[in-house]
């Protein structure tokens, strides 16, 4: 044959070679069968093995404050008050992602692990750290926390009861939570604790959600707080020093004075300037009391919950029988491939 004769391939040799492949394949069909087999048992015994694996999610939508105290800030500093500091001092603490590296935070679940299972039990109940290690089966793999109780920490565990702590937050960090926005552009962020213990997933998203809540609004709003509360005891010991000198001034009044003794009145006009002044001052405290709270309000951050998880949480995890039949399309396809490696038609043998 020339070699212009070898550049053509006819449409006919083609329908040939599939022919025979199909060919092949059905006269040794049985091994593929068996790969799909030994695969779909290795699946289904891969599925057995599986945990349990319960989410749970929670989302809240945060909307941060604006900075600047605007007219008030103004109003305010007539009176030597700065508001406007105040408002603007925490400003870009949970702008951008910090608010997900405090959900990540070693801080806030700690704080969260240590809460009971039960709150109605008060102190009796194990807590979460304690229902970690039960289901991970931490207690039968590390026998150094065969004894540990968080409920009763005593000063002989305490190191332990820290590392152990400092575990449980890696572990969850790295496997179990998922904290990100929903949209990146957007203010609802999403919490996701995936664990084989329904009851852990679903109390530690909620109880992770409460306590950043709680952490948030206090950082938030605590020096302004803290501003109100010490113009509150100003005012109120003005006010006590303000009915002092009005009972002072009462008992210092003479009704019946001599003209000769005119000088008996000045107590009395002494204390009455002073009421006057103590007076003065306790209108400008209460002015800066209520333009402090009027900052309060405006710092109060919007954080409100909109999902939160329920009773009975869905198993993420394959059942046995899916994981067979997607183990035995693998091994089919595997053992399709090796025949079409194997079919003498390739290299030109038929």
Do not use: C
Request: charged share 20%; glycine share 6%; aromatic share 10%.
């Amino acid at each position: 044959m020339s070699q212009q004769e070898q550049a053509y391939i006819k449409v006919q040799d083609v329908i040939d070679a599939i022919h025979q492949f199909f060919k092949y394949i059905l006269q040794n069909h049985k091994w593929i069968w068996m790969l799909a087999l030994v695969f779909g048992i290795a699946g289904a015994t891969w599925g057995l093995l599986q945990k349990p694996k319960y989410m749970a999610e929670s989302t809240f939508i945060l909307e941060e404050k604006s900075a600047s105290g605007g007219g008030l800030a103004g109003l305010a500093s007539q009176f030597g008050f700065d508001i406007g500091s105040l408002m603007g001092g925490n400003a870009g603490m949970f702008a951008g992602d910090n608010i997900l590296d405090i959900l990540r935070s070693e801080k806030i679940i700690e704080r969260v692990l240590l809460t009971r299972v039960d709150s109605s039990k008060g102190n009796d109940g194990p807590t979460l750290a304690d229902h970690y290690l039960d289901f991970m089966k931490w207690r039968k793999k590390y026998p150094v926390m065969a004894n540990l109780d968080f409920r009763n920490v005593s000063s002989e565990n305490k190191r332990l009861a820290d590392s152990v702590l400092q575990l449980i937050h890696q572990e969850i960090t790295k496997k179990q939570l998922m904290v990100d926005r929903l949209n990146k552009k957007g203010s609802i962020i999403q919490i996701q604790a995936t664990t084989s213990s329904m009851i852990f997933s679903k109390l530690f998203a909620e109880r992770l959600l409460d306590e950043t809540m709680e952490l948030y609004i206090g950082i938030k709003t605590g020096t302004a707080q803290a501003n109100v509360m010490r113009l509150q005891e100003r005012a109120d010991s003005l006010m006590q020093a303000l009915n002092t000198k009005s009972y002072q001034n009462a008992s210092l009044q003479i009704l019946d004075a001599n003209a000769a003794f005119k000088s008996y009145a000045v107590p009395s006009e002494l204390t009455n300037r002073e009421k006057m002044v103590v007076y003065g001052l306790y209108s400008e405290v209460i002015k800066n009391l209520e333009l402090a709270r009027m900052s309060l309000v405006n710092q109060t951050p919007i954080m409100q919950k909109l999902d939160q998880p329920k009773y009975p949480l869905q198993n993420q995890t394959w059942a046995w029988w899916k994981w067979m039949a997607a183990a035995m399309a693998v091994g089919g396809i595997i053992g399709f491939f090796l025949l079409f490696y194997q079919f003498p038609g390739r290299t030109g043998k038929v």
